[in-house]
């Protein structure tokens, strides 16, 4: 209501922003840890205020009879997290329940307050066992990341846990690989490349295009080697162009005292594409058309 009591209608945005999932969880997690997290905490447009919806599903799947069994286990697990206890956007999974080596495909639903949904899926992990040594990278395992950034991932080296594993079949890193939409394998320029972090330059990524990250090792000893692999995605958004304008939101006379007019600079010759490079950069600059319009 206003000031004198009258109701007043609230009407909703003309354009009302969609929820964005942001997950964090490992594809392959592994039976020597007790827990294996899925996280969907990170996500946004929530509008400000707790999601109106949050919905966990267990996708379809040919896992066999011992698979079905599972997932009776993990409806019922989804069941007593998102509706015994609230609705969550974090799901906590016992790994001493979890078949070893079986996909396990979950769905994910949001939605806020203005009516706006989105659902992400597959989400797709499996438990290592305790005889298998595995690789985690950080971050959600769908990041947006800017063109303009210093990007950096960094590796967990998980080593076997039953007393199997002996020195001659660690887990060794092989390298990053980075890959476009189209399959083609960037050639980055890098800051930083180890087993345990990648930090890559700014402006190697193009904005609009999606990448996939590859963490490569492998395991084993001189009779048998296994190829290990984990990835995340990698999703570059294209940021606005950044106008820089001088002469402008100024009171000017139209004559000087003399009579004859005066000559008034607007000049936006400094606006650039972030997208591109960084501010004051031939590259950024030159890719920016100006065009002027007067009103009277």
Known sequence: TNVEGEPIAILPPANPLKPIVQLSYAALGTACEDEHIVDASGSFNSGGRPWQQILWEILPSSLGEQGQFNELFLESLLYMQSVLDGASETLVFNTSQLVPDTPYRLNLTLGNFLGEQISEGPIEFEIADTSRPIAKLSGPANELASPNQVYSVSSVLTEACDGSQSNETSLNFTGWLAIDSGGEVL??????????????????????????????????????????????????????????????????????????????????????????????????????????????
Not at 199 to 209: R, S
Not at 212 to 239: C, M, N
Not at 247 to 258: E, I, L, M, R, W
Not at 269 to 290: F, I, T
Request: overall charge negative.
């Open 187 to 296: 050639d980055l320029e890098v800051e930083v490349s180890n087993t345990q972090q990648i930090v890559v330059a700014p402006y190697q990524f193009e904005p609009g295009e999606t990448y996939t990250l590859f963490w490569t090792g492998s395991v084993g000893g001189s009779d048998e080697v296994e190829t290990i692999e984990v990835s995340k995605s990698i999703e570059v958004t294209e940021l606005p162009l950044s106008p820089s304008i001088q002469g402008c939101f100024v009171t000017v006379s139209p004559v000087n005292a003399g009579g004859t007019s005066v000559v008034h600079l607007v000049d936006a010759s400094e606006s650039s594409d972030p997208n591109l490079g960084d501010e004051g950069s031939v590259e950024a600059q030159d890719a920016v058309a100006v065009s002027f319009e007067a009103k009277a």
